[in-house]
């Protein structure tokens, strides 16, 4: 069985209740949900795979039921401050042998190199990634027992931000997709205000549940919509970096 597991949870100081925020009538954790929904139907149909939001215990995560149809997409509460954890959980609580590991900051993330992941993974890869997409849309995946053995020792370690250090990098297959042009020029993820407003004006533009990623990244440039956010990037990875530091 594989598994998608989203990973959000509510307690953004940032940007407060991101998740939740709306556009044309849906918050952005729904529209990132359904765009997965929309494309691996069939799968989930077959009981071959299943999406999760993967959240910590905190109360306040309660929010996610609310919003979201149960019955097809599973909110899982673990670990708070460990999210390797949390997925190794609820990978074993669920009988999920591959685990798809998408940020639910990453509004736009690719089912495309989703579906080249899941095929690796089948082939018998312990955990392969895609590069050559702008950051926010590549997708990393893992087999449930690759992460159980990485684990082993640092169970009770915070790993909330850079935690893919915890893998073995001469395990890791590597998809290199296209080269984006201007691929630094594109952020795709969501942190702030200015990330809100882009996910806004892309989600109003197109129709997300179906565009390929060719069309996807050639509107946002064509149209200059990455001219949003992108100035935030520096201060993106300066705080990445600096709370990477602090988890060590």
Same mark, same amino acid.
Request: aromatic share 10%; net charge negative; glycine share 4%.
């Given at each position: 069985m594989i598994g998608v597991f989203i990973t959000a949870r509510l307690g953004s100081t940032r940007l407060i209740e991101k998740h939740l925020i709306q556009v044309n009538g849906k918050p952005f954790i729904k529209w990132l949900v359904e765009r997965f929904?929309?494309?691996?139907?069939?799968?989930?149909?077959?009981?071959?795979?299943?999406?999760?939001i993967t959240t910590s215990v905190k109360s306040e995560?309660?929010?996610?039921e609310l919003i979201l149809d149960t019955n097809v997409v599973e909110v899982f509460y673990g670990s708070d401050e460990n999210i390797p954890l949390r997925h190794l959980e609820c990978a *074993?609580?669920?009988?999920? %042998?591959? #685990? *798809?590991?998408?940020?639910? %900051?990453? #509004?736009?993330?690719?089912?495309?190199?989703?579906?080249l992941?899941?095929?690796?993974l089948l082939n018998g890869s312990k955990m392969v990634q895609t590069s050559g997409l702008p950051l926010g849309m590549n997708v990393t995946g893992y087999s449930k027992d690759f992460l159980k053995q990485s684990l082993l020792g640092i169970e009770n370690a915070k790993l909330e931000t850079?935690?893919?250090?915890i893998f073995d990098n001469n395990e890791i297959d590597t998809i290199q997709l296209r080269k984006v042009t201007n691929i630094d020029k594109i952020r795709m993820t969501l942190d702030y205000e200015p990330d809100a407003d882009f996910f806004k004006t892309v989600i109003s533009k197109?129709?997300?549940k179906n565009v390929s990623d060719d069309y996807l990244i050639e509107s946002i440039i064509k149209n200059n919509w990455n001219e949003i956010n992108i100035?935030?990037?520096?201060?993106?990875?300066?705080?990445?970096?600096?709370?990477?530091?602090?988890?060590?």
């Amino acid at each position: 069985m594989i598994g998608v597991f989203i990973t959000a949870r509510l307690g953004s100081t940032r940007l407060i209740e991101k998740h939740l925020i709306q556009v044309n009538g849906k918050p952005f954790i729904k529209w990132l949900v359904e765009r997965f929904l929309n494309v691996f139907k069939e799968n989930i149909e077959k009981n071959e795979l299943k999406i999760f939001i993967t959240t910590s215990v905190k109360s306040e995560n309660k929010k996610f039921e609310l919003i979201l149809d149960t019955n097809v997409v599973e909110v899982f509460y673990g670990s708070d401050e460990n999210i390797p954890l949390r997925h190794l959980e609820c990978a *074993i609580e669920n009988n999920i %042998d591959y #685990i *798809i590991s998408i940020d639910g %900051d990453d #509004i736009l993330s690719s089912t495309e190199a989703t579906k080249l992941v899941i095929q690796k993974l089948l082939n018998g890869s312990k955990m392969v990634q895609t590069s050559g997409l702008p950051l926010g849309m590549n997708v990393t995946g893992y087999s449930k027992d690759f992460l159980k053995q990485s684990l082993l020792g640092i169970e009770n370690a915070k790993l909330e931000t850079g935690w893919g250090k915890i893998f073995d990098n001469n395990e890791i297959d590597t998809i290199q997709l296209r080269k984006v042009t201007n691929i630094d020029k594109i952020r795709m993820t969501l942190d702030y205000e200015p990330d809100a407003d882009f996910f806004k004006t892309v989600i109003s533009k197109i129709d997300v549940k179906n565009v390929s990623d060719d069309y996807l990244i050639e509107s946002i440039i064509k149209n200059n919509w990455n001219e949003i956010n992108i100035h935030l990037d520096d201060i993106y990875w300066s705080n990445f970096y600096k709370q990477k530091l602090e988890e060590n």
